[in-house]
């Protein structure tokens, strides 16, 4: 048998996200792993005239804190991810804007199947539709520089990976940096 084979996958729980158990060869041993199926997703690096970053504070019950954001969510069934990263910074910040594709990466891919695709929203525009919170969300907005985001970053006031990212990408993109080409 293949290392890494599949054996089988059975599903533990469905609701807005599902677990699956994945049974597969390992070297010469079985492992069992739970796996959570959860929607791709998108975040918005929103960037006003003044090169400030909009990023939302909200309360996160799993990590028992308020963080700070950048904008983001699901990609609801039938869209794409452009058409999600509109409609999630129409709800949650009140924008629209020119979507440039930034990067895109797996948040937790030892045990999460969710990939995120990365936008800059630039020429940014107030919604004039704006669509309603999650009921789940009460969002509030900040605009910080660029520098003032990555001083957050480095000093641990902002703590959330995707956030921490997507202001890492920004950065080398506008220092023209290419990291790792020889």
């Known amino acids: 048998m293949d290392p890494n084979t599949k054996i089988s996958s059975s599903k533990l729980y469905t609701g807005k996200i599902s677990i699956r158990l994945d049974k597969y060869y390992f070297g ?33 019950i799993a990590a028992g804190d308020s963080l700070l954001e950048i904008p983001a969510g699901k990609i609801e069934k039938g869209e ?11 709800e949650e910040i009140g924008y629209t804007g020119n979507l440039t594709p930034l990067f895109q990466c797996y948040l ?21 539709n704006k669509l309603p919170q999650d009921e789940d969300e009460d969002i509030r907005i900040r605009r910080m520089s660029i520098s003032s985001v990555l001083k957050k970053c480095i000093s641990g006031k902002i703590i959330d990976c995707k956030t921490i990212a997507a202001v890492m990408m920004i950065l080398n993109r506008k220092n023209g940096l290419v990291i790792g080409s020889q």
């Open 108 to 128: 937790a891919p030892g045990y999460d199947t969710e990939k995120m695709y990365f936008f800059l929203a630039s020429d940014l525009k107030i919604s004039r």
């Open 80 to 90: 794409t991810p452009k058409v999600a990263a509109l409609r999630e910074m129409n």
């Open 28 to 60: 010469n041993k079985i492992i069992e792993k739970e796996i959570v199926e959860h929607s791709d997703s998108v975040g918005i690096v929103a960037l006003d005239n003044k090169e400030n970053i909009i990023l939302v504070e909200q309360f996160r």
